[in-house]
């Protein structure tokens, strides 16, 4: 009978009929258990941050003069970026310049290496939907596949289940980068034989599909190989965000879909006033 | 309830804890499977024929933990435990390292039935992180076993 169940269950949770409430409560119930589970990890990396007096201040020094050199970077871009807008006004483009994003704290990375995803401590109250793209420092870190009230799992890049379109940033050629499972590597299997790509090239985020927000770093391309006889092409790149290693992650608000409530905590940045899109 | 009763939530809460662990990509392979190895214990030492009720839930939460399909790890783990308790007589007359071997199967059973909803949902996964914790955890059971053994017999000489 218990099997029987389990099968109903299954169904129903594939048919997506209203199952959310107990996949919610499960999770809710198992959150202190994550919470005790990443205490050794978090303990070791308090330790490993425990430093000397002399060797914080040298960090304090080192860390003010990068500050001043990002700080004249980011006033070039500043210009730069006032100059693109209204090139982009003269164009009458409706391109976003920058997206609205959220910092979301990583509760837990995957147990099973079997999958690659992650428990995030944002969810639907912030506004988070299913969907939204995750970046990291580095680049795109995976995108939200399931949305709890207070929380939501994170699906990331190098699962074999996910797929992200991606534009090679040297040619401009648009492909679909899928994770090769083993949370070290992309694939690009559809490249016919005589594609401009090699080892080296950077593989940002494409807003093909209307889910990822266009221009972040996804990966470096490693190896190419030939696949399928000689007809195509298949190129192994290694991934830009820095996979299971960061405790944050910023959710990503896409340009299609329609930026919800304000959430409790104020965005870290706001949307440039939009150019109108011509009638 | 008394302590007994409270033995296997206890067991279970470990067994959940090394289960979910944070470990380094290449040793999370070889992590073995810890909720399948604390529900068979329980069966094998306990004297009434229960233990799938807990195993059902106990699926369930892994389920909702891994973000699986809701029921997989439910079935398999039922499926897990009535093996075991069919398998509960020959079990006590085998040595250590007999009893593992004849657990192999019923390991790759509850294998197999994970992989099978994978297979049938369409998610694919490297087949080596699949079947790889089966074989570690007959390798661990003779080591295990006096242990589980130790903890849940205590209850019934009290």
């Known amino acids: 009978m218990l099997c029987m169940l389990a099968l109903g269950l299954m169904v129903m949770d594939r048919r997506d009929d209203g ?4 996949r919610e409560s ?6 202190p258990l994550f919470w005790v589970t990443a205490l050794p990890s978090r303990t070791a990396q308090a330790v490993t941050r425990l430093q000397t007096r002399e060797s914080l201040l040298q960090e304090n020094a080192a860390l003010k003069q990068k500050h001043l050199l990002l700080e ?5 871009f500043d210009a730069l970026q006032a100059e693109n807008l209204r090139i982009r006004e003269l164009l009458s483009s409706s391109t976003k310049l920058e997206e609205r994003v959220l910092i979301a704290e990583v509760l837990s990375a995957a147990q099973d290496p079997y999958r690659h995803q992650i428990l995030l401590d944002k969810g639907a109250r912030d506004g988070v939907y299913r969907g939204q793209a995750l970046v990291d420092a580095h680049g795109v870190l995976g995108q939200v596949i399931e949305v709890h009230a207070g929380s939501s799992r994170a699906l ?6 996910h797929g992200i379109p991606v534009e090679i940033n040297r040619t401009g050629l648009q492909t679909i980068a899928l994770g090769r499972g083993d949370g070290q590597r992309l694939s690009l299997p559809y490249l016919p034989s005589n594609a401009d790509v090699k080892a080296g090239d950077l593989l940002v985020s494409s807003p093909l599909g209307g889910r990822f927000p266009a221009g972040y770093p996804v990966g470096e391309i490693v190896e190419t190989r030939p696949s399928h006889g000689d007809n195509f092409m298949e190129a192994i790149a290694a991934p830009a965000a820095h996979i299971n290693q960061g405790r944050q992650a910023l959710l990503v608000w ?3 879909y329609p930026v919800p409530e304000p959430p409790s905590a104020p965005p870290a940045t706001t949307p440039l006033p939009q150019p109108e899109p011509p009638e | 309830m008394n302590a007994r009763a409270w033995r296997l939530p206890w067991i279970l809460l470990a067994a959940f804890f090394l289960q979910f662990l944070p470990l380094a990509d290449w040793l999370a392979i070889a992590r073995p499977l810890w909720v399948p190895l604390a529900l068979v214990g329980w069966a094998l030492t306990s004297r009434e024929p229960r233990g799938l009720f807990p195993a059902w839930i106990s699926g369930l939460f892994l389920d909702a933990a891994y973000g699986s399909v809701l029921g997989q790890h439910a079935l398999a783990l039922t499926l897990l435990v009535f093996l075991a308790i069919q398998m509960r007589g020959m079990l006590s007359v085998l040595a250590g390292w007999q009893a ?5 199967p019923a390991w790759l059973a509850y294998t197999f039935v994970l992989f099978w909803v994978d297979g049938s949902i369409q998610h694919q996964a490297d087949p080596w992180q699949r079947w790889m914790p089966a074989y570690l955890t007959s390798l661990i059971w003779p080591l295990l076993w006096p242990l589980l053994r130790g903890l849940m017999r205590r ?3 009290e």
């Open chain 2, 155 to 157: 209850d019934f000489q």
């Open chain 1, 156 to 161: 990331l890049i190098t699962d074999p289940n």
């Open chain 1, 254 to 256: 896409s340009e299609s």
């Open chain 1, 72 to 76: 004249s970077l980011l006033r070039k």
């Open chain 2, 100 to 104: 593992a071997l004849s657990l192999l």
């Open chain 1, 26 to 31: 499960l999770s809710f119930t198992l959150r």
């Open chain 1, 19 to 22: 199952l959310g409430w107990l």
